[in-house]
């Protein structure tokens, strides 16, 4: 069994773990009356999900973690399957998580119900961890720190590398976050971006880290069984979190990050959306830029039907991450 094939074999793994733990967690989450409470200051439509269950991202996690950890434990073929730099997103996705499910929770149960983890708590718990991650990737791995398309060997950022990394998973995190606002969009945006890094990952022969982006493939196309419109349960900031800040480190391991705005052009441009909208709002004292941010509930605003903002913010982002990937080796 070569690496391409059995890459696609942990995929279609991971989509059945996910869609058989499916039924019995979405039970779960509901006898525990863990349901998303709507804010009033979102489309209207938004009010039918009152209390679908949430937090959805461990239906996800936990395939990924159980598959990673087997597979690293045992040999297929006299080949190893993982190394055991791939624990290093792996832990990230689960720190993220957590910062995830605390405020998920505290928006369900907690004293800022409706509300969840304030901004600076979160971000100061995001920045920790991030910066931790950081560190362990230029030099405890000693990751390539940015490959030029043209150039035969990567550059390097010295010490400033730390801070820009642990930017930029702060900043993935939040906006794969901010893309999570509609049925199947933010699970849809990032099963192409962990699809095509897993590809880029595979050039490289790092085929660890590309069989662990396969695996996050299938199982968000599990969870996607689940959280099409109408979602019988939402990942909440317990999953988006936790994707965007593990797909951050997946393109830092691989130096291949130079045109990840393009490739992730959907979250980017969500993430863009808020800061501009927040910024023009306070220099304005009022004024806005868009209906309302993130960019996708702009559309909903303008009539746009959820299944058709979803599937052309998808058309929209695999382009542009066939795009990205194009020139990532180009020359």
């Given amino acids: 069994m070569n690496a391409s094939t059995l ?22 989450l509901k006898q525990l009356n863990i349901g998303k409470i709507i804010s009033m200051d979102v489309p209207e439509s938004h009010l039918a999900k009152m209390n679908t269950p949430t937090m959805g991202g ?9 598959l990673t950890v087997i597979l690293n434990a045992v040999s297929l073929f006299g080949s190893r399957l993982f ?18 499910a605390v405020d998920d929770w505290e928006g369900i149960r907690g004293p800022r119900r409706g509300l969840g ?33 043209s150039a035969p ?24 976050n901010f893309t999570d606002g509609i049925d199947g969009l933010a699970g849809m945006i990032s099963l192409t971006l962990f699809g095509i890094y897993g590809i880029i990952a595979m050039t490289q022969q790092q085929v660890y880290l590309a069989r662990f982006c396969f695996s996050i493939v299938g199982a968000l196309a599990g969870f996607l069984w689940f959280n099409v419109k ?16 593990t797909f951050a480190v997946v393109a830092l391991m691989t130096g291949r990050w130079l045109f990840l705005p393009l ?32 960019i996708h509930h702009h559309f909903e605003m303008l009539g746009w ?11 929209i982002g695999l382009i542009a991450g066939m795009l990205g990937l194009a020139l990532t080796f180009l020359g």
């Fill in 263 to 294: 490739i992730a052009i959907i979250p980017v441009a969500e993430l863009l959306s808020v800061i501009i909208q927040v910024s023009y709002f306070k220099a304005t004292h009022g004024k806005r830029v868009f209906k309302k941010a993130p």
């Fill in 7 to 28: 890459a696609i074999a942990i995929s279609g793994f991971s989509f059945l773990l996910s869609v058989i733990w499916g039924p019995p967690f979405i039970q779960l």
């Fill in 117 to 149: 983890m304030s901004a600076r708590t979160k971000f100061i718990l995001q920045a920790i961890i991030a910066l931790v991650v950081a560190y362990g990737l230029t030099e405890v791995l000693d990751v390539p720190h940015l490959f030029w398309p």
């Fill in 305 to 315: 039907p959820e299944n058709k903002i979803v599937l052309r913010f998808w058309i």
């Fill in 83 to 100: 190394g055991s730099s791939i624990f290093v997103p792996l832990l990230t996705m689960w720190g993220f998580a957590l910062i995830g």
């Fill in 153 to 176: 060997t990567a550059l390097d950022f010295g010490w400033w590398y730390i801070p820009f990394a642990a930017l930029l998973i702060v900043a993935m995190a939040n906006a794969v």
């Fill in 58 to 66: 461990f239906m996800f996690l936990i395939p990924i973690t159980i």
């Fill in 230 to 245: 109408p979602a019988e349960l939402m990942m909440g900031d317990t999953g988006s979190q936790a994707l965007g800040a």
